[in-house]
């Protein structure tokens, strides 16, 4: 009878970044076989749904290097360490699009790539947006421009091909 898990004989990190680790794990499959495979390890993420009103979406256009292109996207980011998603939503929301929510609200959350990676992305409405007393820092490598528009906008651009963004196109089926 073959055990409901795997069982990690060994792990090797091969590579250690700034948003992302790849460990080669050794590990007994469910069925008993033995195998190596390799893992991108990553933080949890929090997608966000900014919403001024119920029928407007803030998104924002950003340049993406692995794909060479501007994007349309919803804001998104990694929760630090030690950092709970929702003040993680609140921080990205006031980094990326200069607002501030009153109210955080868990909608979903799914594995992107579950094959290879190891992230969790938790999807929040986020409700209530005002402008804070002060700007907050950008990351370095963050070109981001935000704009509001219409879901019904947002969700035609996405059958337009025009967001190009699986989190994005999941995401503005959740509201």
């Known amino acids: 009878m073959s055990s409901e898990r795997a069982e990690v004989i060994s792990r090797r990190l091969v590579h250690e970044g700034r948003i992302f680790s790849v460990s080669v794990d050794r590990v007994v499959l469910p069925n008993g076989r033995v195998v190596d495979l ?34 349309w996207e919803l804001p998104a980011g990694s929760v630090d360490p030690g950092e709970a998603p929702e003040a993680a ?3 990205e929301c006031h980094e990326e699009i200069g607002q501030l929510p009153s109210r955080v609200e868990l909608v979903a959350a799914f594995f ?6 190891d992230e969790e992305m938790l999807f929040y ?26 879901l019904a906008e947002a969700r035609q651009m996405v059958a337009r091909r025009e967001i190009v963004d699986m989190k994005t196109a999941v995401g503005l089926t959740l509201v």
Do not use: K, N
């Open 38 to 71: 390799e893992i991108v390890r990553h933080a949890r993420s929090v997608v966000l749904l900014p919403m001024p009103d119920p029928e407007h979406v803030v998104l924002i256009r950003q340049y993406r290097y692995a794909i060479d292109r501007w994007i």
């Open 89 to 91: 939503a609140r921080r």
């Open 112 to 117: 992107p790539t579950p094959g290879f990676c």
């Open 125 to 150: 409405r986020l409700d209530g947006l005002t402008e804070p007393a002060a700007a907050a820092e950008r990351d370095e490598d963050e070109q981001i421009e935000p704009r509001t528009c219409s």
